[in-house]
Nanobody, 125 residues
Framework: QVRLEESGGGLVQAGGSLRLSCAISGRSTTTYAAGWFRQVPGKEREFVASTIWNDASRKYSDSVNGRFTISSNILRNTVTLQMTELKPEDTAIYYC??????????????????WGQGTQVTVSS
């Protein structure tokens, strides 16, 4: 049973940076896809970024491209999201997602099999 645990959220001023981490436990496959999504109350879960186990293919939403960087560390079983130049509109609960035995990632939430509990990111203006 794969379990995901996010950490690193918090309160930051606009223009600041945060680093989110997703710890993956119970993984039994070498290949996987991992993604970060975010959600604010009353809205659908929104794609942020995704990668595969060796970081050979990374994807970003238009709203974060150039500001956020996703990376996978298969040896440490972690997926991180480095966020820079944060804006108030980045405020949301951020969720880590995972799908094993796959060679590509996807921006659809339905693609992923496992989810973390989420971590709150708040950007003040």
């Amino acid at each position: 049973q794969v379990r995901l645990e996010e950490s690193g959220g918090g309160l930051v001023q606009a223009g600041g940076s945060l680093r989110l981490s997703c710890a993956i436990s119970g993984r039994s496959t070498t290949t996987y896809a991992a993604g970060w999504f975010r959600q604010v109350p009353g809205k659908e879960r929104e794609f942020v970024a995704s990668t595969i186990w060796n970081d050979a293919s990374r994807k970003y939403s238009d709203s974060v491209n150039g500001r956020f960087t996703i990376s996978s560390n298969i040896l440490r079983n972690t997926v991180t999201l480095q966020m820079t130049e944060l804006k108030p509109e980045d405020t949301a609960i951020y969720y880590c997602a995972y799908k094993g035995r796959i060679y590509y990632s996807d921006s659809r939430p339905s693609f992923y099999d496992n989810w973390g509990q989420g971590t709150q990111v708040t950007v003040s203006s």
